[in-house]
């Protein structure tokens, strides 16, 4: 196992409501990454962060928008849900997100759908 | 183009064959490559990492090809066990802190 746990595991919402994602990241590891996962896709990385700021994105809305607090837990929160956000979001927890390409850890995921 | 391709297969292989996997990018500044082992309805895990010189983790090896821009896996002896998605990613760009990106994935189907 990774150490890095999300919750919660599943979760059904309405178009147009918002979610908050949350996870933990292994023990030592100081910057957290989230990334969506649609079905026969791969990973799509959304952002990181490193120290509690965002410090990369992807090409994803500013309805995606993510927290790191002190102990470099994550949120992930995503307004006015689309049918299209449907999909397994997965945090990914490392270490020195300054520096460039050390190893994710991916935790179990979030399945979202949204109806 | 996809800045990380992958076929998709999905690859149909006997107990104790050797199969191979390939995986293109595009972004001549990645430094770093990730073989991930992906089973239906979970998470990615770390299979291993890429090197320039190979290397090399029981049955698995994992070759990089700078000058294509390709990365492989090699799996020998198949196993029913080793049936699931393949993800390779890049990453490593300077700047670009952890990020990885991911091809689409490649299917292995084991079969007695």
């Known amino acids: 196992e990774t150490g890095v746990t999300q919750s919660p595991t599943h979760l059904i919402k309405t178009r147009g409501q918002q979610v908050t994602l949350r996870c933990s990241s292994q023990?030592?590891?100081?910057?957290v990454s989230w990334y969506q996962q649609a079905l026969g896709q791969g990973p799509q990385f959304i952002f990181q962060?490193?120290?509690?700021?965002?410090?990369g994105r992807g090409n994803f809305p500013p309805r995606f928008s993510g927290l790191q607090f002190p102990n470099y837990s994550s949120e992930l929160n995503v307004n006015a849900l689309e049918l299209d956000d449907s999909a397994l979001y997965l945090c990914?927890?490392?270490?020195?997100?300054?520096?460039?390409?050390?190893?994710?850890?991916f935790g179990e995921g979030s399945w979202l759908t949204v109806v | 183009r996809k800045e990380v391709e992958q076929d998709p297969g999905p690859f149909n292989v006997p107990e104790g064959a050797t199969v191979a996997f390939n995986c293109t990018y595009s972004n001549s500044a990645s430094q770093s490559f990730f073989w991930y082992r992906q089973d239906c309805r979970k998470e990615p895990k770390l299979l291993m990492s890429?090197?320039?010189s190979g290397n090399e983790d029981g049955r698995f090896t994992a070759q990089l090809n700078r000058a294509s821009q390709y990365i492989s896996l090699l799996i020998r002896d198949s196993k029913l066990s080793d049936s699931a998605t393949y993800l390779c990613g890049s990453g490593g760009v300077t700047g670009g802190g952890n990020k990885l990106t991911f091809g689409t994935g490649t299917q292995l189907k084991v079969e007695l």
């Open positions: 962060y490193y120290r509690e700021e965002e410090n």
């Open positions: 023990s030592g590891h100081n910057t």
């Open positions: 890429v090197y320039s």
């Open positions: 990914a927890s490392s270490w020195g997100g300054q520096n460039s390409g050390n190893t994710i850890y």
